[in-house]
């Protein structure tokens, strides 16, 4: 499968701001099954993009603007193919628990097995040892679907019902979450019963006919299992899946503060809105850009008014100088 992704970013400053430094995690990643056959991204105001690779073998661009600014604009296209997935059995041997535990010794996966800054074994997570049956039993794979399907059904999906820095103790508290909070309550789960568990970012495809939960729009966040004979398993506990060839892969972590889309900060004081826009299409008819994937109304209609607040603030800052 084929894949057009347009992730459009933009902060808002309602007083300008005099420099911002970024980094990104927008680069979908190539290995396995999936490839990224173009990447092309743009930063408004304009300035020089330079990258490196984090030490998880994550592309990261990042950039300074160092002019007065009130508006920073980041958008992020790129095309993708993915081929699907080996068939996963519906079980392992019982055996797979000593397999697993010797691959595990012999390679290096002792950071997806601590805890980190969002997948901790918190007392309320603990709390969900018995209800969701988290210890070893049957085999990994038998044990990691089952889990999977366990926190779909115990936690409902409502959006903004946490923030990107909200710990797992709130979704478990409220019984309900986003796909970040799902992905860190398995991550911490998973590795409780000592399995090398990581966290994943990317997007998912909607197909008409599917009954995601995660909305269109948006990033997703879902996590990956280490299984004896098969490697790096994704699940998705949010949309009660398998990953296979609808998850485009960005980024991999201990836990989302390795792999956020966006992080920065800026100089000045100023409060900061935030708006971001999503587009997953299918290559082979992809949509218009300037229709299905244009940016959202309230950004085109702000412009006119971000571009007339600058101009004067440029004109205040010459009339100073003279």
């Not at 879902?222 to 299984?227: G, M, N, Q, R, S």
Request: glycine letters at 4%; hydrophobic letters at 35%; aromatic letters at 10%.
């Amino acid at each position: 499968m084929f894949y057009s992704i347009r992730h459009l970013t933009r902060f808002r400053y309602k007083t300008p701001v005099s420099e911002s430094l970024m980094e990104l995690r927008m680069h979908p990643r190539t290995e396995g099954g999936q490839r990224c056959l173009s990447f092309n991204l743009s930063v408004d105001p304009r300035t020089r993009i330079y990258e490196y690779r984090d030490y998880l073998g994550n592309l990261v661009h990042h950039f300074d603007v160092p002019g007065h600014h009130r508006e920073l604009k980041i958008v992020a296209e790129t095309l993708v193919e993915i081929e699907p997935a080996s068939e996963l059995p519906d079980r392992l041997e019982p055996s797979a628990w000593d397999e697993l535990d010797q691959q595990a010794a012999a390679g290096d996966y002792w950071e997806m097995l601590m805890p980190s800054q969002f997948a901790t074994p918190t007392e309320a997570l603990l709390s969900l040892i018995e209800p969701l049956r988290v210890r070893r039993r049957d085999d990994p794979l038998s044990f990691l679907r089952e889990l999977n399907s366990a926190i779909y059904e115990w936690f409902e999906y409502v959006p903004k019902a946490t923030r990107v820095d909200s710990p797992i103790d709130h979704a478990i508290a409220a019984r309900q979450g986003v796909c970040q909070d799902f992905a860190h309550i398995m991550t911490a789960l998973v590795r409780y019963v000592k399995i090398p568990c990581r966290y994943v970012s990317g997007y998912v495809y909607r197909r008409s006919e599917t009954h995601d939960r995660s909305p269109e729009g948006a990033s997703h966040a879902w996590v990956e299992a280490l299984l004896p004979g098969f490697g790096w398993v994704g699940f998705d506990p949010t949309n009660n899946l398998i990953a296979g060839e609808r998850h485009i892969r960005t980024a991999i972590g201990r836990d989302y503060a390795d792999v956020p889309p966006t992080k920065g900060i800026f100089k000045g004081k100023s409060e900061s809105e935030l708006t971001v826009s999503v587009r997953v299409a299918l290559s082979d008819a992809p949509p218009p850009p300037q229709e299905v994937l244009a940016a959202p109304a309230e950004w085109q209609a702000d412009t006119a008014a971000a571009e007339e607040a600058e101009l004067l603030l440029q004109q205040q800052q010459q009339q100073q100088q003279q």
